[in-house]
């Protein structure tokens, strides 16, 4: 086994995109909490925009798009390489927290504005199910067997989940729900937030984004080192197996030209 | 506003959370990954 540690260069970059998540997500904290105005219509509890819509935008967009891509590149021969599974692993698993997230956040805003903490309409519904398929794609992965064929169905698992990804976005313009439409990536492409209120948000989408850099690279490093420990547990057991075989294998011999010679 | 600082505070304390295990994972494992190849023959 070879124990790979992170390069100089690496560490410092991991380094410096943690840091810069953290700043950026503390100045989202501080300028949503305190510098922004209240809304017109929903009045303070228009704050929550600066996590919610970021959260949900790691977990829908970056989480799946990085999962679904590195599961393609695995399923296709000219370019499969273990680090694609690894990848795709790495980034369902943060995508699973920031999904988690994004229906925890929602509810929480939901209460205030809709009167309940949840209803079982088309985005919430969606979004509950991308849930679902991320939690049996983490416990697909625990499944022991092959690591081809685990790499190979958890792939495809990926990509089934991904094709919910669309329908959560569009689900808001399909079905007539209690969610409200998007407020950035519309139909015109034209927001409809401005000033300081379009400022925050959109450094609250670069903070979680940083956020969600940092998590994947950590997550990585945790998943390489896991499978070369795997790999070294096994070859460790194959030699001590072949160490028990050896002096057998050897006394066999002499067992037999010991039996030959006697008379 | 306490929806407002329950929304932020389940947030950022889950990902703080989170966070901290990644980092208390990986370093489990570099220091087990270490002890291996210290051992190894």
């Known amino acids: ?263 | 506003m306490s929806y407002i600082a329950a929304g932020y505070a389940i947030a950022l304390g889950t990902l703080g959370v989170y966070a901290l295990s990644l980092v208390r994972r990986r370093r489990r494992l570099e220091a087990l990954a270490a002890r291996v190849e210290r051992d190894r023959p």
């Open chain 1, 1 to 263: 086994m070879t124990v790979a540690p992170w390069s100089r260069r690496t560490t410092l970059v991991v380094r410096a995109v943690g840091i810069a998540a953290l700043v950026s997500v503390v100045a989202t904290l501080w300028l949503g909490i305190w510098v922004t105005p209240p809304d017109q219509v929903q009045h303070d509890l228009v704050r929550l925009v600066y996590v919610h819509p970021p959260i949900a935008w790691v977990a829908l967009y970056l989480a799946f798009g990085t999962a679904a891509l590195a599961s393609i590149l695995w399923l296709w021969r000219r370019t499969r390489s273990p680090m694609w599974d690894r990848l795709a692993a790495s980034a369902v698993e943060v995508g699973a927290v920031f999904t988690a997230l994004t229906l925890v956040t929602g509810s929480i805003w939901g209460r205030p504005t809709w009167g309940v903490w949840w209803a079982w309409d088309a985005r919430l519904t969606s979004t509950a199910l991308l849930l679902v398929m991320l939690l049996g794609y983490l416990a697909l992965r625990r499944v022991p067997g092959d690591p081809d064929a685990r790499a190979r169905r958890c792939a495809v698992a990926a990509i089934i989940a991904a094709v919910d990804v669309p329908i959560v976005h569009f689900s808001v313009v399909w079905w007539r729900t209690l969610h409200q439409g998007a407020t950035v990536l519309n139909a015109n492409l034209s927001p409809t937030i401005h000033g300081s209120m379009a400022w925050t948000l959109l450094l609250g989408f670069v903070a979680f984004t940083l956020t969600f850099v940092w998590m994947l690279a950590q997550r990585m490093r945790i998943e390489t080192l896991s499978q070369q420990l795997e790999g070294a547990e096994l070859d460790e057991a194959l030699q001590e197996r072949w160490a028990e075989g050896a002096p057998a294998a050897a006394s066999a011999p002499a067992r037999a030209g010991a039996a030959e010679a006697a008379p």
